[in-house]
T-cell receptor, first 116, second 115 residues
Framework: DTEVTQTPKHLVMGMTNKKSLKCEQH?????MYWYKQKAKKPPELMFV???????INESVPSRFSPECPNSSLLNLHLHALQPEDSALYLC???????????????FGPGTRLTVT | AQKITQTQPGMFVQEKEAVTLDCTYD???????LFWYKQPSSGEMIFLIY??????QNATEGRYSLNFQKARKSANLVISASQLGDSAMYFC????????????FGKGTRLHILP
């Protein structure tokens, strides 16, 4: 099973709202990722969690707050977003990189976020 | 400096023909991995194929093969006998073995399969 699930599929929120995106995988992967993708662009990495600890934050604004409660679950908490934050948010997971080894990432279907 | 280059923004191919999507990369690492992902209009990124820098054979997965030319730093995706369902955006990506858990994506190639 190579499934990564994401909820919700679509989200419309106002600039003063607080919402959360959820991602789940049961492949035993210990690395999980959040990406942001604008239309006709490649995904941009936002955060990486390795063994439930934040290992990479690509200078993402604090209105995006990631959380990894356990090895299967990854959340992205949203607060006071701007219209330019409207995008497809993709979650991915992979086996943890080991020395010299490189593993593919498996992506979820994404959440299409619209900020009004 | 751009690490993954996909020079074909869009391609139109007749159904059942083979298609080659170009990808060149730049890295000074000896250990790295190259990936191709397919993204249909639905949005999900679908992993297609992987090539490790130390793999001597070109990777193949069904109708997909990766033409790996290490000296030229090229990792082209070949799709044999294209189907209408192959219409999608295709991203070439690289993960450097000695760096953090990051994948670097190219800008993508939009493939259109014509009936």
């Amino acid at each position: 099973d190579t499934e990564v699930t994401q909820t919700p599929k679509h989200l419309v929120m106002g600039m003063t709202n607080k919402k959360s995106l959820k991602c789940e995988q049961h492949m035993g992967h210990r690395a999980m990722y959040w990406y942001k993708q604008k239309a006709k662009k490649p995904p941009e990495l936002m955060f990486v969690y390795s063994y439930e600890k934040l290992s990479i934050n690509e200078s993402v604004p604090s209105r995006f707050s990631p959380e990894c409660p356990n090895s299967s679950l990854l959340n992205l908490h949203l607060h006071a977003l701007q219209p330019e934050d409207s995008a497809l948010y993709l979650c991915a997971s992979s086996r943890r990189r080991t020395s010299g080894a490189v593993y593919e990432q498996y992506f979820g279907p994404g959440t299409r976020l619209t900020v009004t | 400096a751009q690490k993954i280059t996909q020079t074909q923004p869009g391609m139109f191919v007749q159904e059942k023909e083979a298609v080659t999507l170009d990808c060149t990369y730049d890295t000074s690492d000896q250990s790295y991995g190259l990936f191709w992902y397919k993204q249909p209009s639905s949005g999900e990124m679908i992993f297609l194929i992987y090539q490790g820098s130390y793999d001597e054979q070109n990777a193949t997965e069904g109708r997909y093969s990766l033409n790996f030319q290490k000296a030229r730093k090229s990792a082209n995706l070949v799709i044999s006998a294209s189907q209408l369902g192959d219409s999608a955006m295709y991203f070439c990506a690289m993960r450097e073995g000695n760096r953090d858990d990051k994948i670097i994506f190219g800008k993508g190639t939009r493939l259109h399969i014509l009936p």
